[in-house]
């Protein structure tokens, strides 16, 4: 049995979120979902994001390709949560390319290719222009 973890926002569920998360369930059995809280996102981005923390845990656990989601309240927590949820590999964004290889040693790690033209930001742009 092979555990996935993976963090993020998913505010305004887009294609590529999406994306990273099926890829993610595809490397292995179990894709578990640690999605930001309100006040992480706020320090993280300088904003609250649109939807709030258990509207957007609830669109994320209702995903077929997610066993299980968390609230991640701290940046400084993921080494406890890797060990917590036994995950094996930990997928980010390349975004974060080489940011997290400091876990190689509890974990492996997998940084996979953003979706193109597609964010958060960039929609929140669109709407209002
Ligand atoms: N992601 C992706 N492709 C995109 C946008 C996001 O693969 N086009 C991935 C990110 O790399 C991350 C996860 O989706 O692993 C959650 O990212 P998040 O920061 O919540 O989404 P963004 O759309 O990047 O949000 P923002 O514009 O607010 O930074």
Known sequence: MITIITFGTFDLFHYGHLRILERASDLGDKLIVGVSSDMLNFAKKGRRPICNEHERMKIISALKCVNEVFLEESLELKEEYIKKYRADILVMGDD???????????????????????STTEIIEMIKT
Do not use: A, H, Q
């Open 96 to 118: 974060w390319k080489g940011k997290f290889d400091c876990f190689n040693k509890i974990c492996d790690i997998v940084y996979l290719e953003r979706t193109p033209s597609i």
